[in-house]
Nanobody
Framework: QVQLVESGGGLVQPGGSLRLSCAASGSFSSINVMGWYRQAPGKERELVANMLGGGATQYSDSVKGRFTISRDNSKNTVTLQMNSLKPEDTAVYYC?????????????????WGRGTQVTVSS
């Protein structure tokens, strides 16, 4: 079982910044991918950014150059620094992790989601 605790959402004016953090805990051997998704009202959940354990990153075209993802493997945390925020960035942001664990010596993977944190960009 994996628990994800998110923090950092809130209300910010256009052009402002927010920093989201997510900490993973529980029973797992390692984390393959840590990332953030978002879901705006009436829209499907979409990838914002993710990072592999080795440091490779992937960003949505809509946030490239404005958002930066980072992770601390020693603390099992992932952070999303969001700058130059726009009203269209308004959404619930979800932390997502892909972990490796062993069950009876058999390697397995699991995908887990946080509960989400609201980000609202409005004047």
């Amino acid at each position: 079982q994996v628990q994800l605790v998110e923090s950092g959402g809130g209300l910010v004016q256009p052009g402002g910044s927010l920093r989201l953090s997510c900490a993973a805990s529980g029973s797992f051997s390692s984390i393959n991918v840590m990332g953030w998704y978002r879901q705006a009202p009436g829209k499907e959940r979409e990838l914002v950014a993710n990072m592999l354990g080795g440091g490779a990153t992937q960003y949505s075209d809509s946030v490239k150059g404005r958002f930066t993802i980072s992770r601390d493997n020693s603390k099992n945390t992932v952070t999303l620094q969001m700058n130059s925020l726009k009203p269209e960035d308004t959404a619930v942001y979800y932390c997502n992790v892909d972990v490796v664990y062993y069950k009876e010596d058999v390697r397995a993977q699991g995908l887990y989601w946080g509960r989400g944190t609201q980000v609202t960009v409005s004047s």
